[in-house]
């Protein structure tokens, strides 16, 4: 065997940091099953919430402390699952000690922040890799390449992100038992007061992601932004770098069940992209035209937390750029804010 | 029977004022079918069509000029099927002349015209409908029905008219044969040829009409457009007077089927209604949630054409207000115009 | 220009034989516009209606009786759309007055008819088409294409043909204005009165070919029926010559919309057919998965009575075995006899 | 607090016997998340697997024989989940030893076996529940309603049931990691290898228990039955006592997705139920039709594992009957039977 394959073989020695709810519904039990990634610690404030993950899933170490994983030589890498806020300073902690990342999405919480990111990568020449897991979402990954190969010229496109009532229902059924610190689950319920911050953030860095990995730069955003009570509504006019001109919907909440999607519209083939609330895991469904007949591609590997694990673990064994990487999260960001900031004028990116 | 029934069952003596392709393909084979309408006369600048015309439908006469129609004092009403550029003229001599008025949409080819014919159906007393048939769509006036009893507060909308590139074999199949002048189709391609202000009027009319028909008045507009080769994309962002903001896209000519729909977000419901391609002589399919159901009306009286024809002679008969009015053509008019005037800035209407 | 091509672009000199409802519904409309068809002569016993519709489409002559029409040497072949039971003696004398035939399915009343009619056909050596439209259905030919090339051996399907009672009002939005002498009509509605067998061979005539059109030759039926007022249910087992397994519906009247279809099931893929109620003029939607992806052709052409008819003048002018051809009539009609015996006995055909 | 009440809100105490792969994936997740359910032992054969799975969800005990559990005073049930030939020996003697009984379906290997149940269950009085869960799907539950209340009397059905040749690549997804003893594994497969029996059998228990859940006993069966290689296909025509009649495809592997449903048709309304792979966690997707509407509606407690182990709490603590009961999972069995033995010729149950 080469040392090449060595490497290759050598599973990627993982510490998750932060263990609340998107850690035990999505990544836990995905990393337990990815290829290529060992998780070889846990990190929690809460000791009790640590040590029942780390039991569950069979990790050998539980810390309360980032510094303590920090400074485990056995960690090659961090995977960033807590709060927000705690994004730049835990990414910029880890990478500062010699550590592989993925960053839960969004990066970090402004652009000033994701820019020092952008910075630290590129001195330390480690693999940072954004957490907006879409982007290994099989349909979404079929539908990039049908936009490059197929649907010709990029005209125009519309996309949604509506996070629905019934989802809290929905929610209830697919995750699994949550092991949970009462102090924290409340502390943390009132960093999410600003719901209108929040909300944006963490649902855009979603959609607008899905529309950079699909149709590149955006140009300009005009953006109108309505509250009605604690419901939240945000239309945007997209001009890209392209000239491709569209929308993108982000409602919450709207009655009814989640539905996010994007419809792209070119000059030889045009597609439509549904996809499913994450937890069902299952692929985004896909419509695609061209030629006089609609293609559906039937794909089976739908858990994207598992996918993303795997394309990190790869980047970091092959050295490749990670996908999405840091700048790529800036950007999300910076489309937040310029959403954020708009009341019906243009502001150029 | 009272003087009153009497008047009910008496049918509208209606003359067709244009015999063209919408008139051939739509009207008359509505008009014959339309409960309480007699058509009397057929006026078309082809002799050639228009008795062609008469003997398929068995109408009495068939005139080359609207004077002799005007001055037919057995005509009641007229319904205007000539080019755009005609229907201001047309409507303006026939209200002149004392007929009620059935006037194809767009109402006028510009919004000074329709303020015009605001002006003289207000002096004249006489009845005039915009041919935006839609409205007598069983779908939308389900939705209709919806929004304004089930739906709530109305948050969010997206609108959308795509016209596909399969369109022209869709019509190959679904349109009767067509009797036609070829001087008379040569020169109104002509008129056609600039492509981006028809295809605006011609496809905003309908799309702008459906989005006050559900939501309300417009307040501002916000549009951005594109050109490529013959294809067009406008992307519009909507605020209601309500408050509501919302998106309507219209391209021409898309790869695929043609494509039509609104989506509407309120505060306890939500609807989707998809509007097919007219001549399949379907109602609009809708999908209407609220309470934790989503309701699809099974509708099969699916000729709009033939619907809006009976709405016309009811109005007429009943003295009220025909669906849509001048009003609303005129207000659909100046939705097109601040549209095509803008380019990312907002314009208050 | 060669002699052959000379023949190619001669239309064919057409008479249609009975204008009733299917007549002006179906065939009329489809015939206006089909290319290389030509219609020379109306016949009906009412003189009204024969005339009316002659006025209405133009057509040179109009007869009260097929004598005349046999007799006239300028009509090459008949369209015979008369009542069911007098398919066979129309056809009969058409062919032996040396005319070209298609026949309105189903192709006789009974088998021994049809037998007839095979010898016939085999004695004269002229053209006869059964008018099982539904073998010009753009959607159910793409779909015999998939099962021939990527299906694989057929191993079961599932079949389905269900009159929904909302399809009167369908009917009424979607007929032209029909033309009726009242006599003629309620003599006729005098012979559908038994309603089990005339549902049967109406209905069965689609269905039973489609499953031949697509999987061949039937071995065995075993059939159930039950009635329930009005209305009626066969459920149908069927083994096919090649082995598979399948099962056929007939349903008339099922609460809501018609719906008509087949799913078929082979070895490397799979198809599922969905038929439009024909007079929406809208080819079959199909989905034929394969490797992983399911293909959904968008069709355009899609008014079958159209394209049997260019069918039928293009197998006359060629010389080609008509489809479905006499033989094909014969077997539908064996399979609605054996399922009207039938009831949970195996019947070997 | 009543005595009622204190024993209503006492959860049950249940042992999990068999932690194969059908425990780890539907089972262990679903107990740990029901309500009125505390799981106080696990059994299985591998001590390896007993353990791990125990410290996994926090069970108190793990056993490697069941009489450990059945010696248990403070075992109150047992949940069968041992591959199906130990379901009759393990929850005869969990009665006999007086243990409520939830078992996976099927009941038993063989009708007489089941009969032993019945008289044992009605001897001792205990709970027994059959473990087809659909019963406990929202959609399923719904659609039970709608056909007592609103459908009318029964006429006709079809249901399938399609295992599609992508299964594997969906279960490769959406199970959690699987603790396995690689032995008993092998000595399992080895068991399924008549394949045509066990897959009747384990389908077949699905679909037939959910023909009579919607529709009530079945009176005849006529089934044929086909090979092809691996893959198996039955058709079956069943005559309800009712007088309905209808069909049941069960299919084995088809090209594509899995797919299971059915369709009633009824006097005045109609239903469509389309039920998922069970580990979306989706309820049945449900199309209702009366009156003129489709009504689907939304349903969001999608595990009807775990809304199955809740009802068996309800029905062992308020001594109701479990659904579904031992009868139940008889009638099951004699359907396999009636149908494994079929040929062509009808077979009355």
Same mark, same amino acid.
């Given at each position: 065997?080469?040392?090449?394959?060595?490497?290759?073989?050598?599973?990627?020695?993982?510490? #998750?940091?932060?263990?609340?709810?998107?850690?035990?519904?999505?990544?836990?039990?995905?990393?337990?099953?990815?290829?290529?990634?060992?998780?070889?610690?846990?990190?929690?404030?809460?000791?009790?919430?640590?040590?029942?993950?780390?039991?569950?899933?069979?990790?050998?170490?539980?810390?309360?402390?980032?510094?303590?994983?920090?400074?485990?030589?056995?960690?090659?890498?961090?995977?960033?699952?807590?709060?927000?806020?705690?994004?730049?300073?835990?990414?910029?902690?880890?990478?500062?000690?010699?550590?592989?990342?993925?960053?839960?999405?969004?990066?970090?919480?402004?652009?000033?922040?994701?820019?020092?990111?952008?910075?630290?990568?590129?001195?330390?020449?480690? !693999?940072?890799?954004?957490?907006?897991?879409?982007?290994?979402?099989?349909?979404?990954?079929?539908?990039?390449? *049908?936009?490059?190969?197929?649907?010709?010229?990029?005209?125009? *496109?519309?996309?949604?992100?509506?996070?629905?009532?019934?989802?809290?229902?929905?929610?209830?059924?697919?995750?699994?038992?949550?092991?949970?610190?009462?102090?924290?689950?409340?502390?943390?319920?009132?960093?999410?007061?600003?719901?209108?911050?929040?909300?944006?953030?963490?649902?855009?860095?979603?959609? *607008?992601?899905? !529309?950079?990995?699909?149709?590149?730069?955006?140009?300009? !955003?005009?953006?109108?932004?309505?509250?009605?009570?604690?419901?939240?509504?945000?239309? !945007? #006019? #997209?001009?890209?770098?392209?000239?491709?001109?569209?929308?993108?919907?982000?409602?919450?909440?709207?009655?009814?069940? /989640?539905?996010?999607?994007?419809?792209?519209?070119?000059?030889?083939?045009?597609?439509?992209?549904?996809? /499913?609330? /994450? *937890?069902?895991?299952?692929?985004?469904?896909?419509?695609?035209?061209?030629?006089?007949?609609?293609?559906?591609?039937?794909?089976?590997?739908?858990?994207?937390?598992?996918?993303?694990?795997?394309?990190?673990?790869?980047?970091?064994?092959?050295?490749?750029?990670?996908?999405?990487?840091?700048?790529?999260?800036?950007?999300?960001?910076? #489309?937040?804010?310029?959403?954020?900031?708009?009341?019906?004028?243009?502001?150029?990116?």
């Amino acid at each position: 065997m080469s040392e090449r394959e060595a490497l290759v073989v050598e599973p990627l020695r993982l510490a #998750l940091v932060g263990c609340g709810r998107i850690a035990q519904v999505a990544h836990l039990p995905a990393l337990e099953k990815a290829a290529g990634v060992e998780l070889v610690a846990v990190v929690d404030p809460s000791q009790e919430v640590a040590r029942a993950v780390a039991r569950r899933y069979g990790v050998p170490a539980a810390y309360t402390a980032q510094e303590q994983v920090l400074a485990d030589p056995a960690v090659e890498a961090v995977l960033v699952a807590a709060p927000d806020r705690f994004h730049y300073p835990i990414a910029a902690e880890a990478l500062t000690a010699g550590k592989h990342v993925l960053v839960e999405k969004p990066l970090a919480a402004t652009s000033a922040e994701a820019e020092a990111l952008v910075e630290l990568v590129d001195r330390t020449g480690l !693999v940072l890799q954004v957490g907006a897991m879409k982007r290994h979402d099989q349909g979404l990954q079929y539908a990039r390449g *049908f936009v490059a190969e197929r649907l010709g010229e990029v005209r125009s *496109f519309n996309a949604w992100y509506r996070i629905g009532d019934l989802r809290p229902g929905i929610e209830a059924t697919l995750f699994p038992y949550v092991y949970a610190d009462q102090a924290a689950r409340e502390s943390e319920t009132a960093f999410k007061a600003d719901r209108q911050r929040y909300l944006l953030a963490t649902h855009g860095a979603h959609i *607008f992601d899905t !529309v950079r990995f699909l149709l590149g730069d955006v140009g300009s !955003v005009i953006a109108r932004h309505r509250q009605h009570g604690r419901d939240q509504v945000w239309q !945007v #006019l #997209l001009t890209m770098a392209s000239g491709a001109i569209g929308t993108v919907s982000i409602t919450v909440d709207v009655p009814g069940v /989640p539905s996010e999607g994007i419809e792209v519209f070119g000059a030889s083939g045009s597609i439509r992209v549904d996809t /499913p609330f /994450p *937890f069902y895991r299952q692929a985004s469904s896909v419509r695609a035209y061209a030629d006089g007949e609609t293609v559906m591609p039937e794909l089976t590997d739908g858990d994207a937390y598992e996918r993303q694990a795997e394309a990190f673990a790869r980047a970091v064994r092959e050295g490749s750029r990670p996908v999405p990487d840091v700048r790529d999260g800036l950007h999300a960001i910076r #489309l937040i804010e310029a959403t954020a900031a708009a009341d019906g004028e243009e502001i150029t990116l």
